[in-house]
C-alpha cells in the first residue's frame, strides 16, 4: 500500500510518499511560503531533488502541484494517482478526544476545527491540507494521527495544573503533550533494540531537535511528558523558554508594554537557545561559538544539558527508577558533546555513557558503558513511518470489516 504522508504547517505543506509493505520511501517534498509570492516547492529524493518556483495562493494550489510531481515529470515516484491508496495526515492537537489515529470522516473534521483554539496555527493548517487532498483525491481514504494521542494515557496528576478547578472544566486547560508519534516510535524501536517487550520496561524518551520534549513511558504507557497545554511548556529548545515562573509572564508584559500575543511571540520565537546565546537557534552555531569563548553561547550549552538533566532525574522518580534513555533528532541523534553533558555525573544513578560509542556515528545504536545499569539507546525518529503504519493499520482494519470490499479507496465510496 502507497500512503501519501502529509505535514501542513500555517505556511508550508511537507510530504512523503511511503510503500509501507516495503518500508520504502518513494518520494518527498515540501512546498514553503504558501500564500506568499516567494513560495517555492522541492521535492525528490535526496540527488534528484529539485527546487521548482511556483506560485501558490493557499494549501489548494500547494496540493494540486504536489500530485502533478509525484504523477510526472523527471521525479516523479508514480504513474497515476489511482497508485496512491491512501492519506495520512498529520495533527498537532486532538485534545481529550482522541486517545488514537482514526479514518477521517466529517465529525472528525469538525473536533479537529473545534480543537483548533489549543493550536491555532496547526489544526487550522491540518483542516486545510484534508480539505486540499478531499478535492483533488475525493475517492482516498484519509487517516488523521495525532500529536497527542500518545498521552491520552497520562493520569490526572500529571496531567492537571494546579490552578483553579473551573478552568479545566471550562477551558479544558490541561496537559495534552506534543511529539507524541515520535515518543511512540523510539519507545518501540527501542524496546526492539533491546529485544525486551516494550511491557517490561520502563522508558525516558528525549525528543531534542529544535522542538524538545521528554516523556516517562512506564510498561509501554505514556506516564508523564515535558509539553504541556502548548508545545511552550518543558525543556528548554531552539527558540522556546520551555517552563519558567509564570509570575515572569505578567511581569515582562507590564514593564516592556507588551500586548499577549507579543509575549507570546517572545516565550516561543526569541528565548531558548537563541535568546541566550544571542547568536542562533541552531545548536551547532551555538556550540561552535562555545568553543570559541562566547559566554553566552556556553552558558545557553548549559542551561540546554542542565534542562534535560532534570527532567531525566525527575522521570526516574515518577517511574521508580529506568531501564533505557533513548535520545533522538538533531541533537540528540547527532552532537556527541550534549549527550556527554547531559550524561556527566549520572553515574551514581546508574548511568554511564561510554565515551567511544558516543563519539561514534551510525543508525539505532546503544551508547551506554557495559556496565551502566540503564542503557542509553539512540533512535533516529520517523514520524512519517508511524502515520504511514497507522493508515495502513487502519484501512486494513476496515477493508477487512466490510464484507466483499477489496479496495482500500472502496469504502469511502
Ligand atoms: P531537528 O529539529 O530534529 O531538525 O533538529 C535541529 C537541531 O539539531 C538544531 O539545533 C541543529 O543544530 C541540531 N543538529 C543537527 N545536526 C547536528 C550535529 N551534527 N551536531 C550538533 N547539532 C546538530
Do not use: W
Request: with cysteine; net charge negative.
Amino acid at each position: 500500500m502507497n500512503v501519501l504522508v502529509i505535514n501542513a504547517g500555517s505556511s508550508s505543506l511537507k510530504y512523503q510518499l511511503l510503500n509501507v509493505e516495503r518500508q520504502e520511501l518513494l518520494a518527498k517534498g515540501i512546498c514553503e511560503r504558501v500564500g506568499s509570492a516567494e513560495s517555492f516547492h522541492k521535492h525528490g529524493l535526496d540527488e534528484n531533488e529539485r527546487v521548482i518556483d511556483a506560485h501558490m495562493a493557499d494549501h489548494d494550489d500547494a496540493m494540486a502541484l504536489v500530485l502533478e510531481s509525484l504523477t510526472s515529470g523527471p521525479a516523479k515516484a508514480v504513474d497515476s494517482l489511482a497508485e496512491i491508496d491512501a492519506v495520512g495526515h498529520r495533527i498537532v492537537q486532538g485534545g481529550k478526544y482522541f486517545d488514537r489515529s482514526v479514518l477521517i470522516d466529517e465529525d472528525v473534521v469538525a473536533k479537529i476545527d473545534e480543537l483548533a483554539e489549543l493550536a491555532p496555527l496547526h489544526n487550522k493548517a491540518a483542516l486545510m491540507g484534508i480539505r486540499a487532498c478531499q478535492k483533488h483525491m475525493p475517492d482516498v481514504p484519509m487517516v488523521a494521527v495525532f500529536d497527542t494521542s500518545f498521552f491520552q494515557t497520562l493520569p490526572p496528576k500529571a496531567y492537571m495544573y494546579p490552578l483553579p478547578y473551573e478552568l479545566y472544566e471550562k477551558y479544558a486547560i490541561r496537559k495534552y503533550g506534543a511529539h507524541g508519534t515520535s515518543h511512540r516510535y523510539i519507545s518501540e524501536r527501542a524496546a526492539a533494540v533491546l529485544d525486551e517487550p516494550i511491557d517490561e520496561l520502563k522508558l525516558i524518551t528525549c525528543h531534542l531537535g529544535n522542538g524538545c520534549s521528554i516523556s516517562a513511558i512506564d510498561h509501554g504507557v505514556a506516564v508523564d511528558t515535558s509539553m504541556g497545554l502548548t508545545p511552550l511548556d518543558g525543556l528548554m529548545m531552539g527558540t522556546r523558554c520551555g517552563a519558567i515562573d509564570p509570575a515572569i509572564v505578567p511581569f515582562v508584559m507590564e514593564h516592556e508594554g507588551l500586548s499577549p500575543a507579543e509575549m507570546n511571540d517572545l516565550m516561543n520565537k526569541k528565548s531558548g537557545l537563541l535568546g541566550i546565546s544571542g547568536i542562533s537557534n541552531d545548536l551547532r552555531s551555538v556550540r561552535d561559538a562555545s568553543e570559541k569563548g562566547d559566554e553566552r553561547a556556553m552558558l545557553a550549552y548549559d542551561m540546554y544539558s542542565n534542562s534535560v538533566k532534570k527532567y531525566i532525574g525527575q522521570y526516574i522518580a515518577v517511574m521508580g527508577g529506568v531501564d533505557a534513555i533513548v535520545l533522538t533528532a538533531g541533537v540528540g541523534e547527532n552532537c556527541e558533546k550534549m549527550r556527554r553533558l547531559i550524561f556527566t555525573g549520572l553515574q551514581p544513578l546508574g548511568i554511564i555513557l561510554d565515551e567511544e560509542k558516543n563519539r561514534q556515528r551510525g543508525f539505532e545504536r546503544e551508547i551506554s558503558a557495559d556496565s551502566s545499569q540503564v542503557k542509553i539507546i539512540i533512535i533516529p525518529t520517523n514520524e512519517e513511518y508511524m502515520i504511514a503504519r497507522d493508515t495502513y493499520e487502519i484501512i486494513h482494519e476496515r477493508v477487512g470489516m466490510e464484507d466483499g470490499v477489496h479496495d482500500a479507496a472502496e469504502i469511502l465510496m
